[in-house]
């Protein structure tokens, strides 16, 4: 997967104002899969996300896409310590990533069914209803396949 240096410029002037966030920052301190951090992951999907809409034609908004990809997985918390009260970390933490990105970003409501649906069919009645959110769902799979699979 190749993003040309038009197609990066785009990702870095819509994630500007997020990447200069502390609040946003704190997903470098958090570890997603091995030693895969948050940040990292979020980002891997992010570009695999914009890749996809742009090189299969899927038409969907960049915007959207693009920080709903990123703010996914902002749920700010250890998921491997479970005893902080966070319930089921895979069925809970799209739900609390959301209620993150609107208290904090005040994200539009097409963005918060991206982060929203991004773990359908665990969640099962969460189903992605816009083409965002199943290019996000699909990217994340893949993404997160991937960085579990080289930790081993
Ligand atoms: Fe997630
Ligand atoms: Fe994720």
């Given at each position: 997967?190749?993003?040309?240096?038009?197609?990066?410029?785009?990702i870095a002037n819509i994630l500007e104002p997020f990447k200069a966030d502390n609040r946003v920052q704190?997903m470098?301190?958090?570890?997603?899969?091995?030693?895969?951090?948050?940040f990292?992951?979020v980002e891997?999907?992010t570009?695999?996300?914009?890749?996809?809409?742009?090189?299969?034609?899927?038409?969907?908004?960049?915007?959207?896409?693009t920080v709903?990809a990123f703010l996914?997985?902002y749920?700010?918390?250890?998921?491997?310590?479970?005893?902080?009260?966070?319930?089921?970390?895979?069925?809970?933490?799209?739900?609390?990533?959301?209620?993150?990105a609107?208290?904090d970003f005040?994200i539009?409501?097409?963005?918060?069914?991206?982060?929203?649906?991004?773990?359908?069919?665990?969640?099962?009645?969460?189903?992605?209803?816009?083409?965002?959110?199943?290019?996000?769902?699909?990217?994340?799979?893949?993404?997160?396949?991937?960085?579990?699979?080289?930790?081993?």
């Amino acid at each position: 997967m190749r993003l040309r240096p038009e197609e990066e410029q785009r990702i870095a002037n819509i994630l500007e104002p997020f990447k200069a966030d502390n609040r946003v920052q704190r997903m470098k301190k958090f570890i997603q899969h091995g030693k895969i951090t948050t940040f990292d992951h979020v980002e891997s999907v992010t570009r695999l996300s914009f890749w996809l809409n742009r090189r299969l034609h899927i038409g969907g908004d960049e915007r959207v896409l693009t920080v709903g990809a990123f703010l996914h997985d902002y749920y700010l918390y250890d998921w491997h310590l479970t005893d902080e009260g966070h319930g089921l970390h895979g069925f809970s933490h799209s739900n609390t990533a959301k209620e993150n990105a609107i208290k904090d970003f005040a994200i539009g409501e097409k963005t918060q069914c991206v982060i929203e649906s991004h773990m359908w069919p665990l969640n099962i009645t969460k189903v992605p209803k816009c083409r965002e959110a199943w290019i996000v769902c699909l990217a994340d799979k893949f993404v997160s396949t991937k960085e579990t699979l080289l930790c081993r």
